[in-house]
C-alpha cells in the first residue's frame, strides 16, 4: 500500500491539493511541524482501527521524501523504530533551507521585517516565509541535525540525485553517503525533479524520473 500526503502548512489546501491556496499556513511551516505531521501519519497507518489495517503490513513501514521531505524522513527515522526502509530523492542535507547561504544583511533584515519572500517558479507567487521559521531551527538543532541523524541510522538507505540539481547540489548526495557509508547511492544526469514539471500531462513518467522510480521499487523489494 502506498500512501502520499501534503503537509499541513505546505500551503495547499483540501479544495486546491496541487495549489497554493494558503500562503499564510505556508509562511507558518517549519521543520518540527513537518516531524508532527509525518508522525501522525505513520500512527494512523500503523493503528488497528485504520479502516485498511488489514492490507496494510506494519512491520514493513518504508519512507520515501524528495528534498526538504528527504531530510525531514531522515529524522523521523532516527526516532520511529516503525520505519525499516528509507529512499530520499535530491534530500536536503541540513535544515537550513533556504537561509543557509544568506548574507547577514540579509539576515537582519529578514529578523527585522519578520518576513522574506521567494518568487515560486511555477506559479509565480510570492511566497512568504516567516522569522518564525529560523527560530524554530535554532530552538531544535539537536532535534534538527541530519547529518547526526544519518549517522546513526542502522537501517537500508537509497539515497538517489540529480547529477545537475541546481536547488540542492549533488554535492549533499556525496555528503549524505559519507556520513552513512552504509547506505547506496543512485545517481540520473538530471535536475531537482528528476525531469518532471506540473502538471504532467503524460502517461510516462521522464526517463530520469523513470529510474529513480525503478531502482526504488527493487531497492524495496
Not at 12 to 38: M, R, V
Request: include cysteine; aromatic fraction near 10%.
Amino acid at each position: 500500500m502506498l500512501l502520499k500526503f501534503n503537509f499541513s502548512h505546505n500551503g495547499t489546501t483540501s479544495e486546491q491539493p496541487e495549489e497554493f491556496g494558503n500562503l499564510e499556513a505556508f509562511g507558518q511551516n517549519n521543520y518540527t511541524k513537518e516531524l508532527e505531521d509525518l508522525r501522525k501519519v505513520i500512527d494512523w497507518v500503523c493503528e488497528p482501527e485504520n479502516p485498511f489495517h488489514a492490507a496494510i503490513d506494519t512491520s514493513k513501514v518504508y519512507l520515501i521524501g524528495h528534498s526538504m521531505g528527504g531530510g525531514i524522513s531522515i529524522l523521523q527515522s532516527t526516532e520511529d523504530s516503525r520505519i525499516k526502509k528509507l529512499i530520499t530523492w535530491a534530500g536536503i542535507g541540513e535544515c537550513k533551507t533556504p537561509w543557509g547561504n544568506w548574507s547577514a544583511a540579509r539576515m537582519e533584515e529578514w529578523k527585522q521585517t519578520g518576513v522574506q519572500y521567494y518568487t515560486n517558479g511555477r506559479t509565480k507567487q510570492e511566497m512568504p516565509m516567516y522569522y518564525q521559521l529560523y527560530q524554530n531551527y535554532e530552538q531544535n538543532q539537536q532535534l534538527l541535525d541530519i547529518k547526526n541523524a544519518i549517522q546513526h541510522l542502522n537501517i537500508p538507505i537509497l539515497i538517489c540525485h540529480g547529477t545537475l540539481d541546481s536547488a540542492v547540489l549533488i554535492e549533499t548526495a556525496f555528503q549524505l553517503k559519507e556520513w552513512q557509508p552504509n547506505a547506496q547511492l543512485f545517481t540520473v544526469e538530471s535536475d531537482h525533479v528528476f525531469g518532471r514539471k506540473h502538471p504532467w500531462t503524460s502517461d510516462a513518467l521522464p526517463l530520469p524520473m523513470q529510474a529513480v522510480v525503478d531502482k526504488s521499487i527493487l531497492f524495496l523489494k
